[in-house]
């Protein structure tokens, strides 16, 4: 299943259905392994991560699936909870991993997650052990607390396209860059609500960018996209595949698996 699988088009229109066995079957029918070569080619330049920023299990998927994005040619990590007042920061942990810095990103990934910051740090340390630069994205802390004060829109409409440029800034030093961005699944999605998604503003630039939310088993009735019938940890449950983890596609008929993004990413509580 190679090829371009990046969807800018809009979400299909839900089809309602009687039993969540219909769901549980494709289900079983569709995913795929985690293997992220099944889901880019050659001319994937961007793969984007999003998260729940209060959900451990994609920190640990992103720094598991390090390995496997190096091997597929990704050369940056470009990460959502660093400004770029930080790059200094963090390119001096980089060289010596100095505590006094390691303690300034670490209560730092603690503002997006109190209980989970020293995952995202885990990420970081992952990431320099192979070799994968690492680039703040954000605006600087300053900046946001600025627009953050007056309008919390104005803010993700400066933040977005932002981050949009560092990521191009990257791919404009060499031809054969690839990045990995990893933030909240709100700044990737594949339509723009106002706000300019990362995505929206890459693709518009002709950047190819294949897009991936690790919903997992947080998709539950009602959260986040989930509008009737079972929900998709259901019908996992329901089709025996609880304990796995695996891909699937993100628009379809279902209005559980029916979202602004390429694929889902469906990570069991194991």
């Given at each position: 299943m190679?090829?371009n699988?990046?969807?800018?088009?809009?979400p299909e229109?839900?089809?309602?259905?009687?039993?969540?066995?219909?769901l549980?079957?494709?289900?079983?029918?569709?995913?795929?392994?985690?293997?992220?070569?099944?889901?880019?080619?050659?001319?994937?330049?961007?793969?984007?991560?999003g998260e729940?920023?209060?959900?451990?299990?994609?920190?640990?998927?992103?720094?598991?699936?390090?390995?496997?994005?190096?091997?597929?040619?990704?050369?940056?990590?470009?990460?959502?909870f660093?400004?770029?007042?930080?790059?200094?920061?963090?390119?001096n942990?980089?060289?010596?991993?100095?505590?006094?810095?390691?303690?300034?990103?670490?209560?730092h990934?603690?503002?997006?997650?109190?209980?989970?910051?020293?995952?995202?740090?885990?990420?970081?340390k992952?990431a320099?052990s192979?070799?994968i630069k690492i680039?703040a994205?954000?605006?600087p802390?300053k900046?946001?607390?600025?627009?953050?004060?007056?309008?919390?829109i104005?803010?993700?409409?400066?933040?977005?396209?932002f981050?949009?440029?560092?990521v191009?800034?990257?791919?404009?030093?060499?031809?054969?860059?690839?990045?990995?961005?990893?933030?909240?699944n709100?700044?990737?999605?594949?339509?723009?609500?106002?706000?300019?998604?990362?995505?929206?503003?890459?693709?518009?630039?002709?950047?190819?960018?294949?897009t991936?939310?690790?919903?997992?088993?947080?998709?539950?009735?009602?959260?986040?996209?989930?509008?009737?019938?079972?929900?998709?940890?259901?019908?996992?449950?329901?089709?025996?595949?609880?304990?796995?983890?695996?891909?699937?596609?993100?628009?379809?008929?279902?209005?559980?698996?029916?979202?602004?993004?390429?694929?889902?990413?469906y990570?069991?509580?194991?």
């Open positions: 190679n090829g699988f990046e969807n800018t088009k809009k229109e839900t089809i309602p259905y009687d039993s969540p066995k219909e549980a079957n494709f289900i079983s029918r569709e995913r795929l392994p985690i293997d992220y070569s099944l889901v880019i080619n050659d001319n994937t330049k961007v793969i984007a991560l729940s920023h209060m959900d451990s299990t994609a920190k640990k998927e992103v720094k598991n699936s390090l390995t496997q994005f190096k091997q597929l040619k990704f050369t940056h990590l470009g990460l959502e660093l400004g770029t007042d930080l790059q200094p920061v963090l390119d942990y980089v060289r010596g991993k100095n505590k006094k810095d390691e303690e300034i990103l670490l209560e990934f603690k503002t997006y997650s109190e209980r989970d910051g020293e995952l995202y740090l885990e990420i970081v992952e320099i192979l070799g680039v994205l954000d605006l802390q900046e946001k607390d600025y627009y953050e004060e007056s309008n919390t104005e803010l993700q409409q400066k933040r977005n396209p981050m949009a440029q560092r191009e800034n990257i791919l404009s030093g060499n031809k054969e860059y690839r990045v990995i961005t990893f933030s909240g709100g700044h990737i999605q594949n339509i723009d609500e106002g706000t300019g998604s990362i995505v929206v503003n890459l693709r518009d630039k002709n950047i190819s960018v294949v991936i939310n690790f919903s997992g088993r947080l998709i539950e009735k009602g959260y986040p996209y989930s509008y009737q019938g079972p929900s998709i940890s259901e019908c996992v449950q329901s089709a025996g595949l609880a304990s796995e983890k695996f891909i699937l596609p993100a628009q379809t008929k279902f209005p559980e698996i029916n979202i602004p993004f390429d694929w889902i990413i990570l069991s509580e194991k």
